[in-house]
């Protein structure tokens, strides 16, 4: 696992200005390679081959191929050895290697190969092509430029940043979704000109054809024997698969159905007590310390538990920095706080992400069941109906309780249908965006909150379960679900490993038909079947709790004066939205008459951001050669729309 960089023109300096942004991906080792037409530069977390002979970036026998590259290749010493019976001679035992001569075997066909996460560049010298590439479900990002003649891609913004010819300017269309979605769509960022390269996707740039933009996976049905067996048989080899390496492991553990499951897994293959971690609140509605110590407990694991209180300033700014551009998940945080108790023991942890995209485990789905069981009520009755119960439901402290969840439920079931099941993941209404934002923040923009949506569920199958998975895993997944997971675990140098989201789990449970999923209104069905006497009395069935920390109490208590003074002090706040309506909001959230946590928690990571990559400082870099590179063609803005 490392930081990655590079761009399609020879500058020594600048890359290591790129570099020493990543550090923290990689603080064992560093390495760059520069020659004429391109710059690799790499941060090194040694995991694979602790030797020098892993050190990145890495080339073939005679030197023609380079890569930096950052992830696991599970399946890398079986493809070591068809390749090896190919010809093809090594040097290291790293899985870094495999990938070079996979491509020279194989073409840009080598990904297809690849079992495992990964963000690469590949270096094709005789060929003048740079070839990079992402992993199917997007557990590793990949951000790129594309300009008239320069391409540069980074593991995260801030490296971009460092060239000053990268502008740095919000993007309206970006902050217009950011404020519904807790992210930013991809393959567009909250930097306008910074693209994130989608999962599952190539970016080849040659010297005569320009930039090419490719998909080489995605999610297609299947037949499947949809059994239990068939389902841990697939998990317990991923598990197995996943403990690669040469480094201490560990795994998260909260109690639920999924980690418990990874861990019952893991407990039975390795030869010493597994580490696990915990983290837990003083709230009770919040925390889930009792579940986690029973699995532990019954699987007998080193237990660690980490108490999370309201944290101060100085976390909150550390995990914009490292995000790059918010992605306002309330999760981030805490997420970031286990990792770094996690990294005092271990350097790889596993965790049960994934299990709920890939098994329909969120409300969301059973909310989309619910409203479509409604729709025989007339649609404006039915929506004054739910907006009048809505304007009568004060805000509960609990997490959950059934105030909040019939609120909640209201609140998606108004939005327009098009938005899917996602309707109960988005926190903006038509209604409340034109009275929220600045008149000129929203001239020449997407005004349709679920466009983004749109242009996955246009490709996916016509059935509700399908489609909306074919939606949560290309959006919700890779641009916050994964993009949480990555950025607050390298933060500290911590590999994060989730087994469920192996592709070939993946494909599996996307064809299993949807009662197997989401039976009547069971989520998780099949797994909960299949683990429920692998596990503790009651861990299997028992109702997801989620991993979020209790953001609306501490807005109106331990962090108001920050939240306060961060909102209504902002540059960029006060030019794209309206004061009068973020002081109203700001006395309904106080006066717990309305739930505006995550509009303000997504305000005040939006302020830190301006002020730490927006507006901040940023390093100087060498200028650009007198000889450019020939021009590169951008990419489609789109790629979903033309997949």
Excluded at 217 to 237: K, S
Excluded at 260 to 287: C, D, I, K, N
Excluded at 452 to 467: D, I, L, M, Y
Excluded at 484 to 507: I, N, Q, T, Y
């Amino acid at each position: 696992m490392c930081g990655i960089c590079g761009f399609n023109w020879a500058d020594e300096h600048l890359i290591e200005q790129m570099k020493a942004t990543l550090v923290h991906r990689g603080p064992d080792d560093h390495g760059s390679h520069v020659a004429p037409g391109i710059s690799l530069g790499h941060q090194r977390l040694s995991i694979v081959d602790l030797s020098d002979s892993g050190r990145q970036p890495l080339c073939n026998e005679d030197g023609t191929v380079w890569i930096t590259f950052n992830g696991e290749i599970y399946n890398h010493a079986a493809l070591r050895t068809r390749l090896e019976q190919k010809g093809h001679v090594f040097k290291s035992r790293t899985d870094t290697e495999s990938i070079v001569h996979a491509y020279e075997e194989y073409g840009l066909d080598f990904v297809k190969h690849l079992t495992g996460m990964f963000a690469l560049a590949i270096w094709d010298a005789p060929r003048r092509r740079l070839v990079l590439a992402r992993d199917r479900l997007g557990l590793k990002p990949l951000y790129y430029t594309l300009s008239s003649n320069t391409v540069r891609f980074a593991s995260e913004i801030k490296a971009l940043l460092v060239d000053p010819r990268v502008p740095r300017e919000v993007s309206r269309q970006g902050l217009f979704d950011l404020m519904g979605y807790e992210f930013v769509p991809a393959p567009e960022t909250l930097f306008s000109g910074i693209h994130k390269l989608l999962p599952g996707c190539l970016l080849v740039v040659e010297p005569q054809g320009g930039a090419k933009l490719s998909r080489y996976w995605t999610l297609e049905q299947r037949d499947v024997a949809p059994t239990g067996q068939e389902l841990l048989d697939l998990l317990e080899l991923a598990c197995a698969e996943h403990t690669m390496g040469d480094v201490p492991l560990g795994a998260f553990l909260s109690g639920g159905i999924d980690s418990s499951t990874v861990v019952s897994f893991l407990s039975r293959s390795l030869s010493t007590p597994l580490q696990t971690f915990a983290l837990g609140y003083r709230e009770a509605s919040f925390s889930e310390f009792e579940y986690a110590r029973r699995v532990a407990e019954h699987f007998k694991t080193q237990h660690t538990e980490l108490l999370i209180r309201p944290v101060d300033p100085a976390a909150i700014e550390r995990s914009v920095w490292h995000l790059d551009e918010p992605t306002t998940d309330p999760s981030n945080l805490p997420f970031m706080l286990i990792c770094e108790e996690a990294r005092r023991f271990v350097k790889v942890c596993l965790s049960g992400d994934g299990g709920d995209e890939i098994l329909m485990g969120y409300d969301r789905f059973r909310a989309s069941k619910a409203s479509a069981a409604l729709e025989r009520i007339p649609l404006p009755f039915r929506n004054h109906l739910y907006r009048a119960i809505i304007a009568l439901l004060p805000d509960d402290d609990r997490k959950k309780g059934a105030r909040n969840v019939l609120k909640r439920f209201l609140q998606g079931a108004v939005l327009p249908r098009g938005g899917e099941h996602i309707r109960w993941q988005y926190f903006m209404d038509p209604a409340q965006a034109a009275e929220l934002f600045a008149p000129q923040m929203l001239h020449s923009l997407d005004l349709d909150p679920f466009a983004p949506v749109k242009r996955w569920s246009g490709q996916a199958p016509p059935e509700r379960g399908p489609r909306e998975q074919y939606v949560e895993l290309n959006t919700l997944l890779p641009d916050s679900v994964l993009m949480k997971v990555d950025k607050m675990s390298m933060a500290c140098g911590l590999e994060v490993r989730p087994p469920f989201l192996d592709h070939r789990v993946v494909e599996f449970c996307y064809s299993l038909p949807t009662d197997r999923k989401l039976h009547g209104y069971t989520t998780k069905w099949l797994l909960k079947r299949a683990m429920n006497e692998r596990l503790p009395p009651g861990i299997a069935t028992r109702a997801k709790q989620g991993f979020s920390i209790p953001m609306k109490n501490w807005i109106r208590g331990e962090l108001l004066e920050l939240t306060h003074d961060e909102v209504f002090s902002s540059r960029l706040i006060a030019e794209h939205f309206r004061k009068s309506t973020l002081e109203r909001y700001w006395r309904e959230h106080q006066e717990r008459r309305h739930n505006h946590a995550h509009l303000f928690w997504g305000l005040l990571n939006l302020s830190l951001w301006d002020r730490r990559l927006l507006s901040g400082p940023r390093p100087s870099a060498a200028p650009l050669p007198t000889n450019p590179p020939r021009t590169v063609a951008p990419g489609p803005t789109h790629l979903a729309a033309s997949a």
